[in-house]
């Protein structure tokens, strides 16, 4: 995998505008858990989505269209927790249920054969 650091840049600040925009926008007492999750998790899948790059062409299109997917997720699960009120364990395992799956499905699609 090959990194672009301007996209790399660009996909971080995107997630960082993000994250303020839950943060701002939550009214629960949760609200800096709620935005340093969304941060990491919108960032990881959005660096590998637009950062990253690929030597082979299949490579490229399966992990971009894996990372944009579990980011749509993800957006949306922040927006449904953000929404409503929820308690620290529910918020942390759920996002790390998502966020491990995702880390996994990265690893099956570009282990070699």
Do not use: E, W
Not at 1 to 30: E, R
Request: aromatic share 16%; net charge positive.
């Amino acid at each position: 995998m090959k990194i672009n650091p301007v996209t790399t840049a660009i996909a971080i600040a995107i997630s960082a505008l993000i994250a303020y925009g839950f943060y701002s926008f939550n009214d629960n007492a949760l609200k800096v858990l709620l935005s340093i999750g969304s941060f990491v998790i919108l960032a990881i899948c959005l660096v590998f989505t637009i950062g990253g790059r690929y030597d082979y062409y299949a490579t490229n299109v399966n992990v971009r269209s894996a990372s944009l997917f579990f980011f749509v997720i993800g957006f949306a699960s922040h927006l449904i927790f953000s929404l409503l009120q929820f308690t620290i364990p529910v918020y942390i395992v759920t996002h790390c249920i998502l966020l491990l799956l995702y880390l996994l499905t990265l690893y099956k699609i570009t282990r070699p054969i």
